[in-house]
Nanobody, 123 residues
């Protein structure tokens, strides 16, 4: 049974930092491109960042580039998202995702989803 379990969300003031984790099980994590998406109230789910499984190449949405850092630890089957200089507009539910194939930054190409973790940034 595939599971992606996010943790690390919470309430933080603008300018603060949070580190999200995603513990994966039930599939060969080291062979999957992984990513983070987010969904704010009333908005569509959107891409945040992703990382491939071979060269660990990363890609970021323009809105988070330079502030967020995605990484993975294949030995621990865990995906991370370090979020710095948080802004109120970063408030959303953040989802861990496993792609069907190569990292495409698209919701439709995600095979596995976590349940999400809430991040709230106060001004």
């Amino acid at each position: 049974q595939v599971q992606l379990v996010e943790s690390g969300g919470g309430l933080v003031q603008a300018g603060g930092s949070l580190r999200l984790s995603c513990a994966a099980s039930g599939f060969t994590f080291s062979r999957y491109a992984m990513g983070w998406f987010r969904q704010a109230p009333g908005k569509d789910r959107e891409f945040v960042a992703d990382i491939d499984w071979i060269a660990y190449i990363t890609y970021y949405a323009n809105s988070v580039k330079g502030r967020f850092d995605i990484s993975r630890d294949n030995a621990k089957n865990t995906l991370y998202l370090q979020m710095n200089s948080l802004k109120p507009e970063d408030t959303a539910v953040y989802y861990c995702a496993g792609y069907t194939g190569t990292p495409t930054h698209r919701v439709r190409d995600v095979r596995y989803w976590g349940q999400g973790t809430q991040v709230t940034v106060s001004s």
